[in-house]
């Protein structure tokens, strides 16, 4: 699986658009991006994912670029329960079902 | 996406006893699910792999003889922490996979073991 840089932490106000990017240079071409999210004391929430067409649903919006070698989740109106620590992670399907490694994450702060 | 249920969510136990936590798939059939244990201020680190009716798939580093897993039907997987140390104390959450085609996972809501 591709390896994925994030930012350790960012800050977004409530109510604004809160976007976290993500860096998979060395993604490849069966490989898939996940977004999940573990808010403190919490089993980790799925959020979004997508292979190279940009996604929506009702928590969110991912943007691949067009090389997919990064990505940016966008939460479109942050509120203070969207403060968690937030997850890209890049695997292939090719293996089937196979565990999810987590690296360190973004932690997103909503300011009041 | 899929609702799963740990049980207990907070466990205390004495050094060397044994203790068992359950991981539930309340609205779907899970023919995999998995089981991570997280450390203070660390990410999640997959454990193994447990699949229906067949034996667990463990992680390197990981005894099997110590981190029991019996996932006998496709709706409950059970994890034993046997003769608990103090270094065991963690956050142990179990996922089950997805159904879609890419295998998204959905995770429990996490069970916190404190070995005294």
């Known amino acids: 699986d591709a390896k994925t840089t994030q930012p350790p932490s960012m800050d977004c106000a409530e109510g604004r658009a809160a976007n976290l990017p993500c860096n998979h240079s060395?993604?490849?071409?069966?490989?898939?991006v996940y977004w999940y999210r573990q808010i403190h004391s919490q089993g980790p929430q799925y959020i979004i994912h997508?292979?190279?067409n940009n996604e929506t649903n009702e928590m969110a919006s991912l943007i691949i670029t067009e090389d997919r070698k990064s990505s940016t989740l966008i939460l479109p109106h942050a509120t203070l329960r969207d403060t968690a620590v937030y997850y890209c992670?890049?695997?292939?399907?090719?293996?089937?079902?196979?565990?999810?490694?987590f690296g360190k994450g973004t932690h997103l702060i909503i300011q009041p | 996406g899929a609702v799963v249920s740990q049980h207990p969510s907070r466990v205390i136990c004495k050094s060397g006893t044994s203790v068992k936590i359950e991981c539930r798939s309340l609205d779907f059939q899970a023919t995999t699910m998995f089981w991570y244990r997280q450390f203070p201020k660390k990410s999640l680190m997959l454990m193994a792999t447990s699949n229906e009716g067949s034996k667990a798939t463990y992680e390197q580093g990981v005894e099997k003889d110590k981190f029991l897993i019996n996932h006998a039907s496709l709706t409950l997987s059970t994890l034993t922490v046997t003769s608990a140390h103090p270094e065991d104390s963690s956050f142990y959450i179990c996922?089950?996979?997805?159904?879609?085609?890419?295998?998204?996972?959905?995770f429990g809501p996490g069970t916190r073991l404190t070995v005294t």
């Open positions: 997508g292979l190279k």
């Open positions: 060395t993604i490849s071409g069966n490989e898939y």
């Open positions: 996922s089950v996979m997805g159904q879609g085609i890419s295998y998204e996972q959905y």
């Open positions: 992670i890049v695997r292939g399907t090719g293996g089937g079902a196979d565990g999810l490694t």
